[in-house]
């Protein structure tokens, strides 16, 4: 349990008024999100009030909670709604998942945001090919991890590479999540990945490439027996005033229907319990 300790602590670090327990918010799209279970259980974890956009409402660039009480400031937003949709007035007219006024809020330094907007350029896969060049750019280190070989399909000899080799690649579009826009070559039919190749010559700057990993495989109760599914994991790293820390454990996500390499959540895809027994 010590992840949301850790990220409670490094959001109160965060406030911008200097206050012994400043008002720490997070902001969920809603039930109908399919990690709104994950937003729930992390409020009720850090001891954090739980708000949708309509919660919230800016006044003289400040943000301020409805309570039963009255108005309350907010100092600082775990927000997970995504950028277009977390201001009306800054980014998508049309979005109810937000708050009106809260860029401005944000730009006067009168509230925290986190994750901050546009961090989501991280998340585009074509930047994980660059980061071993990032390591040693930044910090004139070689890496310690080696990464998966990457192929950015705007660059010719290496779209030449992967349509040659294709049946062996996981071919994922740059800015999809959750393993949506994905071609799983060594499963994929011949007309699949005709037209998939015909997307990437319309755009190939939106599509990067990896050879198809074999993942390890865990035990898993299925159907009333024990039965091997592949698996991942995914660690945590949470960045506050005491550096960088590595929470113990993480969280293992598994491919849940036989034979696959998929294990988004949201492709049938499911979790583990995953425990460290020494440190």
């Known amino acids: 349990m010590e992840y949301p300790t850790i990220l409670h602590r490094n959001l109160v670090s965060l406030s911008p008024r200097h206050i012994p327990n400043p008002v720490i918010v997070l902001l969920t799209p809603g039930v109908y999100n399919s990690a709104y279970f994950e937003h729930t259980t992390l409020a009720r974890l850090m001891g954090v009030e739980l708000v949708e956009g309509r919660d919230l409402v800016v006044d003289s660039h400040r943000v301020f909670m409805k309570t039963t009480t009255g108005l309350q400031q907010v100092d600082v937003i775990y927000r997970r709604v995504d950028d277009e949709f977390l201001d009306p007035l800054a980014f998508n007219p049309s979005s109810v998942l937000g708050v009106s006024g809260i860029m401005n809020a944000y ?22 090919s660059y980061v071993p060049d990032m390591i040693r750019y930044y910090l004139n280190e070689e890496p310690l991890l080696k990464n998966v070989p990457t192929y950015r399909l705007n660059d010719p000899e290496q779209q030449e590479y992967v349509f040659a080799n294709i049946t062996k690649m996981v071919v994922k579009k740059t800015n999809e999540s959750g393993g949506y826009g994905m071609l799983m070559g060594n499963s994929a039919s011949e007309e699949e990945i005709t037209n998939y190749k015909g997307a990437i010559l319309k755009d190939p700057r939106q599509f990067i490439a990896q050879p198809i990993i074999s993942l390890s495989s865990a035990p898993c109760y299925m159907q009333g027996k024990m039965q091997p599914r592949r698996v991942d994991l995914r660690p945590y790293a949470l960045c506050g005033p005491d550096g960088i820390e590595i929470v113990p454990g993480g969280l293992t996500r598994v491919a849940l229907r036989e034979g696959s390499l998929v294990v988004n959540s949201s492709q049938g895809g499911g979790s583990k319990d995953t425990w460290v027994l020494a440190v």
């Open 107 to 128: 730009r006067k330094g009168n509230v925290a945001i986190v994750n901050a907007v546009g961090n989501g350029v991280a998340d585009d896969k074509a930047v994980y």
